[in-house]
């Protein structure tokens, strides 16, 4: 009786012992598990992280980068009664831009043609056929430089052969352009504008003549 007292003590021992040998691994919360999730059952990711803001982009949906400009935003629009200007969007500029501003030049001969400034830092876009004003309602604030035709607002091309264009974008730091009136011409609309400029960003196109 004495010896199978002290077997089942020992068989006891070697019981607890194997227990007690087990190893067992605590993920910290939030640590993430080998599928990328965390422990919480949250994802691995910070709820409020996203991915960095992409470069400035220009772009518009009566033509695409490299296109032949439609004659209608051209000298021949509307038969040559009224040059119509393009809709045009972009995407956000850098932190710290409080404004925007677009300036049409004939990059083939560096030809300044019009510009647009003092577009409010919330507005993405501009409609097609704005106003040939200096200061405009849609959208509120914008103001329009003297073009090289002396009128205020939107000049397209006129060339008298092939010739590229751009609508060059700038992010400013500023909500208001100093120093300009309605008496401005585009050539110092550009000045003022590079002078505070961010970022920029252009949509390049052709025009050929018909």
């Known amino acids: 009786m004495r010896s199978l007292l002290v077997t089942s003590f020992v068989v006891a021992l070697a019981a607890s012992a194997s227990a007690c040998s087990s190893t067992t691994t605590v993920v910290p919360s939030g640590q993430a598990d080998s599928d990328g999730g965390s422990s919480s059952g949250e994802p691995g990711e910070d709820a409020g992280s996203s991915e960095p803001a992409g470069p400035m982009t220009l772009t518009s949906s009566a033509f695409d980068d490299g296109d032949e400009l439609p004659p209608v935003h051209s000298c021949q629009g509307e038969g040559g009664k009224r040059e119509v200007s393009p809709p045009l969007s972009w995407t956000p500029g850098p932190e710290g831009t409080l404004s925007y501003a677009i300036v049409f030049v004939d990059a083939t001969t560096d030809f300044l043609h019009s510009s647009i400034y ?93």
């Open 118 to 210: 003092d577009i409010p830092a919330d507005v993405t876009s501009l409609p097609e056929g704005l106003a040939a004003k200096y200061e405009l309602s849609k959208p509120a604030g914008a103001k329009q430089s003297l073009s090289y035709k002396g009128t205020p607002g939107y000049a397209g091309p006129c060339p008298g052969e092939p010739h590229e264009y751009e609508f060059v974008l700038y992010a400013l730091k500023v909500e208001k352009l100093e120093g300009l009136t309605e008496e401005s011409r585009v050539a110092a609309a550009e000045k003022a504008i590079k002078k505070q400029a961010l970022e920029s960003t252009k949509l390049t196109l052709k025009f050929t003549p018909k």
